[in-house]
């Protein structure tokens, strides 16, 4: 169990909450080491790009039955968040209920490459969620 980060705004006092949160995991860079021929993650959009970007990069690995993700609980009466997704006893908010809802769809990671061009490649399963739903105690929503 852990609590949320707090940060100290610029010329202020005091520490805040930040607004977001998000969940993201490297499975496709992972997956792109895969042995398997027929399982291996195409991970290039562009520049150079794969036959069909995606395909092979799946949440949970291949051959794993689970992949451990977040929820939210409650200890000593302040919100927590919490590994182990919906094995944790009381969690509050398994956020999907798995691996594959929690850290959502393929994001993209621009690199430079050669000749002043830019590369798109699927490093990261990742879900930014609109508010932060697990704020630390003693920190300030806003600033």
Do not use: K
Request: hydrophobic residues 30%; aromatic residues 12%.
């Amino acid at each position: 169990m852990l609590s949320s980060p707090l940060f100290t705004g610029p010329g202020s006092s005091g520490l805040f909450n930040y607004q977001q949160a998000a969940f993201e995991t490297d499975l496709p860079r992972i997956e792109g080491t895969d042995s398997s021929p027929n399982n291996v993650c195409q991970r290039h959009v562009f520049n150079p790009s794969d036959p069909s970007p995606g395909t092979g990069c799946v949440n949970p690995p291949n051959g794993a039955s689970f992949h451990s993700f977040f929820s939210t609980g409650t200890a000593g009466g302040q919100r927590v968040w919490e590994e182990g997704g919906p094995f944790v006893a009381g969690a509050t908010n398994p956020f999907g209920g798995s691996s594959t809802a929690e850290f959502g769809n393929f994001q993209v990671s621009v690199y430079p490459a050669v000749g002043n061009t830019t590369q798109g490649i699927y490093e990261n399963f990742d879900n930014t969620l609109a508010t932060n739903p697990c704020p630390a105690a003693g920190g300030t929503t806003g600033e």
